[in-house]
């Protein structure tokens, strides 16, 4: 069974920084690309990171609200996936979920998502 | 980027009715990839569709995904009281966006 869960998540104050870990189990975590999703309190989903196996390059995308602030990354030696966010203000308060992202012609879909990690930037 | 816009916002269904919802692009989502979500309160979304029309592992048959270009619809054949969410679309054929959901309530 897929599992991922995810961790580091807390109160932050504006302008600081935090890393998000996703441990992942259940499959070979190293052959899939893995993604970083948002939810605001109350709002909808909003793509954040994606980093892509090494088998594909190991490269990763931003969405434009994170671009030079957050780093994606991964351990395939631990099955972690990672998200370092730096520069931190208060439109970066939600729950952040980890996915695997499945690849189809050159594409990827999310099938499989962890609990969430809630964080608050909030001085 | 492609923007999603999803009809309605609010869906007021009862137990056992047809549930048809929609999900427009402001531009062609290349070859179908489009997706669709299911999140209740509390939970993490669950894939339901991808590629527009394929189901995901263990989705009841009940849930069917169609359309293509710029217009795709999610339809829930007859509601079961566990098919009360928040659904979303999604696009990947260029980058990801998500639309703003569709709340199916009683």
């Known amino acids: 069974e897929v599992q991922l869960v995810e961790s580091g998540g807390g109160l932050v104050q504006p302008g600081r920084s935090l890393r998000l870990s996703c441990t992942s189990s259940g499959f070979t975590f190293r052959d899939f690309a893995m993604t970083w999703v948002r939810q605001a309190p109350g709002k909808g989903l909003e793509w954040v990171a994606f980093i892509r196996s090494k088998s594909y390059g190991g490269t990763s995308d931003y969405a434009a609200s994170v671009q030079g602030r957050f780093t994606i990354s991964r351990d395939d030696s631990t099955s972690i996936a990672y998200l370092q966010m730096s520069s931190l203000s208060t439109e970066d308060t939600a729950v952040y979920y980890c996915?695997?992202?499945?690849?189809?012609?050159?594409?990827?879909?999310?099938?499989?998502w962890g609990q969430g990690a809630l964080v608050t930037v909030s001085s | 980027e492609i923007v999603l816009t999803q009809s309605p916002g609010t869906l007021s269904l009862s137990p056992g009715e047809r549930a048809t919802l929609s999900c427009r692009a402001s531009q062609s989502v290349s070859s179908g990839y489009l997706a669709w979500y299911q999140q209740k309160p509390g939970q993490a979304p669950r894939l339901l569709i991808y590629g527009a029309s394929s189901r995901a592992t263990g989705i009841p048959d009940r849930f069917s995904g169609s359309g293509s270009g710029t217009d795709f619809t999610l339809t829930i054949s007859r509601l079961e009281p566990e098919d009360f969410a928040v659904y979303y679309c999604q696009q990947y054929g260029s980058s990801f966006t998500f639309g703003p959901g569709t709340k199916v309530d009683i």
């Open positions: 996915s695997r992202a499945i690849r189809t012609g050159g594409r990827y879909y999310f099938d499989s």
